[in-house]
Every structure is written in C-alpha cells, then in structure tokens.
C-alpha cells in the first residue's frame, strides 16, 4: 500500500515562510502527478498546487507567486515552499500522489498551517 506522509507545518506569522514535504512510500510504481491540497475549517477542500514528474507545475491564483512547488523524483518526495504567508493561508494541507501500473491515488493526513496575526 502507498503511504503518504506530510511534514513541516506550524504557526508563523503573516509575511512568514514555512516549507512543508510530503513523502510517499510503499510498492508506488510510476508517479505521474503529485500535489497539494488545503481546507479550511468549514471549507471544502481545494487545489494549491500540482507538479508533474515531467516539471509541469499548476498553481491556484490566491498562492501563484508566493508558493513554490518542487519534487524530487528519485525519493518520490514533493515540496511547497510558502512565502508571504497571509492568515487566509490558515489551513489543513494535504498531499495527494497519483500513479499507474498499478493506478493509484493516495493522500496523506495532513498537516496543519496556521498563520496568526
């Protein structure tokens, strides 16, 4: 089975960085996708962003220009790092890996970011 572990959340304050990985492990076979995902207390979950194992990259509009996201295709391990952290930001993030051969999609349990004033 795929496991998918998150790290490196906390509490920073506004104008903050903070930079968070997610690993994935197991039998995972070819990962084609790997992504970040976030909700808010009462909000449904949405999209931060996305890399491909090609290097294609897809960023929500609310983070594009402050959140980087980078993978390391040879330790399956992808990155988000985040600056100018505003309070919105605040938020379970989760990472989702999807593959093939077998086909999978998994997600992790989430870490959680807080950014107070």
């Known amino acids: 089975q795929v496991q998918v572990v998150e790290s490196g959340g906390g509490l920073v304050q506004p104008g903050g960085s903070l930079r968070l990985s997610c690993a994935a492990s197991?039998?995972?076979?070819?990962?084609?996708?790997m992504g970040w995902y976030r909700q808010a207390p009462g909000e449904q979950r949405e999209l931060v962003a996305t890399i491909t194992n090609l290097g294609s990259t897809n960023y929500a509009g609310s983070v594009k220009g402050r959140f980087t996201i980078s993978r390391d295709n040879a330790k399956n391990t992808v990155y988000l790092q985040m600056n100018s952290l505003k309070p919105e930001d605040t938020a379970i993030y989760y990472c989702?890996?999807?593959?093939?051969?077998?086909?999978?999609?998994?997600w992790g349990q989430g870490t959680q970011v807080t950014v107070s004033s």
């Open positions: 197991g039998s995972i076979s070819i990962i084609y996708l």
């Open positions: 989702n890996v999807k593959g093939t051969l077998p086909s999978f999609n998994s």
